[in-house]
T-cell receptor, first 116, second 110 residues
């Protein structure tokens, strides 16, 4: 499976600021996704990062709050904008498996965000 | 809307004490049911994919089974290194979205 890295691994930010999280994969992948994992909650899909076009957002998530870039098949960024303490969470990127038909996803190590 | 419920929320076992974790799901047109293991401070690690009722998969001390309504993750003679949170997820319909349960926190005491 692909090797996935995320930067930063953790950060502490002030209310009202923005943070950009990077996701790098060591091979080209078709599907890239961004998830949020809040304390005591299940992983929730934020959006699908589409290469060369706008991301596809899930219900409850909007582009103004979580802008996403996908400039190529190995890299994506997620920005958490105008942060509040409620945005404190672990943010994870994932990639689709070798076969799109298999539907498997592999996850990066995550970014632990704390907003004060 | 796809839904996944995992039970129990937490499970404590003694080393060598076998048990099972449950994942109940509702999904329209199952594309796959997935089991992941997550250690503290790390991303989920893929374990298994199950595609149809009756399917079983094994990996070391773990065995996953699937029916039309639920999946079980059986842990045989667990060791302390099996301690982790085990996550279940489903994908259905025409998209690749994974819907996760809240997980089961497994602790295996030596």
């Amino acid at each position: 499976s692909a090797v996935i890295s995320q930067k930063p691994s953790r950060d502490i930010c002030q209310r009202g600021t923005s943070l950009t999280i990077q996701c790098q994969v060591d091979s080209q992948v078709t599907m890239m996704f961004w998830y949020r994992q809040q304390p005591g909650q299940s992983l929730t899909l934020i959006a699908t990062a589409n290469q060369g076009s706008e991301a596809t957002y899930e219900s409850g998530f909007v582009i103004d709050k979580f802008p996403i870039s996908r400039p190529n098949l190995t890299f994506s960024t997620l920005t958490v904008s105008n942060m509040s303490p409620e945005d404190s969470s672990i943010y994870l990127c994932s990639v689709g498996g070798a076969s799109v038909a298999s539907n498997e996803q592999f996850f990066g190590p995550g970014t632990r965000l704390t907003v004060l | 809307e796809d839904q996944v419920t995992q039970s129990p929320e937490a499970l404590r076992l003694q080393e060598g004490e076998s048990s099972s974790l449950n994942c109940s799901y509702t999904v329209s047109g199952l594309r796959g049911l997935f089991w992941y293991r997550q250690d503290p401070g790390k991303g989920p690690e893929f374990l298994f994919t199950l595609y149809s009722a009756g399917e079983e998969k094994e990996k070391e001390r773990l065995k996953a089974t699937l029916t039309k309504k639920e999946s079980f993750l059986h842990i045989t003679a667990p060791k302390p290194e099996d301690s982790a949170t085990y996550l279940c997820a489903v994908s259905g319909g025409s998209n690749y979205k994974l819907t996760f349960g809240k997980g089961t926190l497994l602790t295996v005491n030596p």
